[in-house]
């Protein structure tokens, strides 16, 4: 919302696990293509103008609701069904973080609740972050490709998370310092449920490498990484990888600069 996009990074793309972001989503009972129902919310119209023109293009996507700051995104959430919300983060009288938190924690929205996609100017920026660990599932940046921007709301409507492995590793180093302090000691009792190589998969998901970069870290299929990941998402009770990372983080399990605790 702050000025022109600087140049961007390496884009951001959705972690490998799930099925491919650039397919629409189908139906596997009758085999149809299903149709991603997305909420904007920005405070600049012309910027939800530009987003919904490039989406309601799209076959399996359309535009169900938009919203200028958090609060009437809430206010829509409760009477429009949404299953993606591309959420800028500075924004009047109720800003995207606490908005996402909201959504996330299930409290608005009703059973279900949409999956959030962040939108941000400038790369590492910490209200992304914050917005990340109340929740969201992934951030872009504003400049995005359309290209990138469609693969991103599909792969988040799929579960997957979009943040790129490398961005991880720059996002956490640079925000590490926001996160408690590792005291080391004994595995965090939220951890205690996952076996030991579970423990190890994550440790490697914090420090930002895909599915198949685990597997030939260590000598396991790539299949067998991704159920291992599906169980440590299922067992902490987390929506995605980027919630998985943050948690590593915040227990201590991963320390500023992706150094194992």
Do not use: W
Not at 225 to 253: F, M, N, P, S
């Amino acid at each position: 919302m702050n000025g022109p996009a600087r140049s961007a990074p390496p884009a951001a793309v959705p972690f490998t696990t799930g099925p491919s972001a650039a397919v629409p989503p189908h139906d596997t009972t009758s085999g149809e293509t299903m149709t991603v129902r997305v909420m904007l919310v920005d405070d600049q119209a012309l910027l939800r103008t530009g987003f919904r023109m490039v989406l309601d293009a799209q076959p399996d996507m359309e535009v169900v609701a938009e919203a200028g700051d958090g609060a009437e995104a809430l206010a829509k959430l409760r009477a429009t069904a949404v299953d993606v919300v591309l959420m800028d983060v500075r924004m009047p009288r109720l800003d995207g973080v606490e908005a996402t938190r909201r959504i996330c924690e299930g409290g608005e929205g009703g059973p279900g609740s949409p999956r959030v996609l962040i939108l941000t100017t400038f790369d590492l920026d910490e209200y992304a972050f914050s917005a990340l660990r109340a929740g969201a599932g992934g951030f872009l940046l504003k400049d995005v490709p359309p290209g990138e921007l469609l693969a991103a709301i599909r792969a988040v409507h799929s579960g997957d998370a979009v943040v790129a492995p490398s961005t991880t590793r720059r996002l956490l180093d640079r925000f590490a310092s926001l996160l408690p302090a590792a005291s080391g000691g004994p595995v965090p009792k939220e951890l205690e449920r996952l076996t030991d190589r579970e423990h190890e998969v994550l440790l490697l998901v914090a420090q930002g490498l895909s599915n198949g970069e685990i597997a030939r870290r260590l000598v396991l299929s790539e299949a067998t990484v991704k159920t291992h990941v599906g169980r440590i998402l299922t067992k902490l009770e987390l929506r995605d990888r980027v919630q998985a990372v943050v948690l590593a983080y915040e227990t201590g399990l991963v320390r500023a600069g992706g150094k194992g605790a």
